[in-house]
Structure formats: structure tokens, C-alpha cells
């Protein structure tokens, strides 16, 4: 199809869990319509399910995320999940950061025997190769860290608050939204199922709930009159 379908390989048929993709019409009064089409259907296969209108399929999605984004509880919960995941991720920078805090305490402790007047013909060796190995350690630490930045919660939610202000009749702006939390929607006769990218969660809409929607009798109409 000619125009571009925001929920391409992740819209599937609750039926038969196939893809819907992108299909477009014209009517004789050369009016074009954009709709959702079972792929199983396509293929003149067994799956009976009814095409879905493009333009509300799409708007109803992006309804759920933004009842997400402006749900601060899950919010917060979500970015304490990239936090933990950004933890198991980098595996060099905690061990780095480890040797760091071991070979400070070893320095610490020559510095207290010195003060101490524990002193032998070893103890500045060792106190000069500490610091320089302190020092290598420190330039390993900032180059790990510039090369794979980890974020703060702060800087996370920020990021989430920002994606408050989108405009959601912007084409670009739909498209990021999606692109950032749909992993999957199913689509049944009676239900909507949504699948978010992050773990364990999944809301299921009842299409009845909104069938007085304006828009409500495109699930079940033909893309063409």
C-alpha cells in the first residue's frame, strides 16, 4: 500500500495470529480507503475476520499509550526496570569500579601505617604502584562509561515526560510512540489485546466498551461501502 501503516508487523489476527497488513481501495467516487487485512484472508485461507479501518485501529493504539505515559506509577516502574537491566548489561563497569574501591582501601591503609610510623623499605614501592594502577583505573572507568553511557532514573523519566507533550495527529510523532511501546496487538471480533515492550504487561480491550465510539462500526464494515 501506497500510504504508511504505523502498526505493520505487530497488528495480528486474534483468530488465526497471522499478520494484518496494509491494504487500499478506491470507490466510484474515487474516495481511497486505508484498512488492516488478515493476511490469512488475503490467501483466501479459512480465517473469516473483518478488515479493520487504518486510521482507527491506529488512533485507538495510541490512546492506550498515552494512558500509559501519563500513569506515574508505571512509570516508575518501568524505569526502575531499565535501571536493573542497564545493571546486567555492562558487566565490565561494576568489576572496574570494584578493583577501583579495593586498590583505594589498600592505599588507605599504607597511609594510616605511615601515619602510624609503620614504615618499611616496601611501603612507598607499594603506595607509588597502587596509585598508578589507581590512576589506570580511572582512565579504563570514564572511557567504559563513554562508550556505553548508562542513565539515570531521572534522566528516564524525563524522557517519558517529554513523550507527554507528542501530538498525536503528527504522523512522525504516532510512529515514535509505537515504535517505543507496542510489541504486539491482537485484534479479535470482541477484544483488543495489547502487549507492551516491557515485561509482564498486557491490556486487553473490550471493543464493546466503546461502541459508542464514533468510529465504532469500522470494526466490523468492509473497506469499501
Known sequence: AEDE???TTKLRCGKCDCFMVGESGTSKTSTVYRYYKCVSVKKHKRCDKKTVKK???ENLVVSQIEKLLFDDDILENIADSILEIQGK????LPLLRKQYADIQRGIDNLLNAIQQGIV??????????LEKQKSELSVQIVKEEMAKPLLTKEQILFWFH?????????????????????????LY???????FNYKDNAE???LSDIKKSAFSSDLRASALP
Open 5 to 7: 501503516y504505523l502498526l
Open 204 to 206: 486487553t480491550i473490550s
Open 120 to 129: 618499611t623499605s616496601s611501603t612507598k614501592q607499594r603506595l607509588e604502584d
Open 189 to 195: 471480533d470482541d477484544k483488543m489485546v495489547i502487549t
Open 89 to 92: 548489561e555492562n558487566t565490565t
Open 162 to 186: 517529554r513523550l507527554r507533550k507528542y501530538n498525536t495527529r503528527r504522523l512522525d510523532h504516532k510512529r515514535r510512540l509505537i515504535d517505543s511501546f507496542i510489541n504486539t496487538v491482537y
Open 55 to 57: 486510521e482507527w485501529i
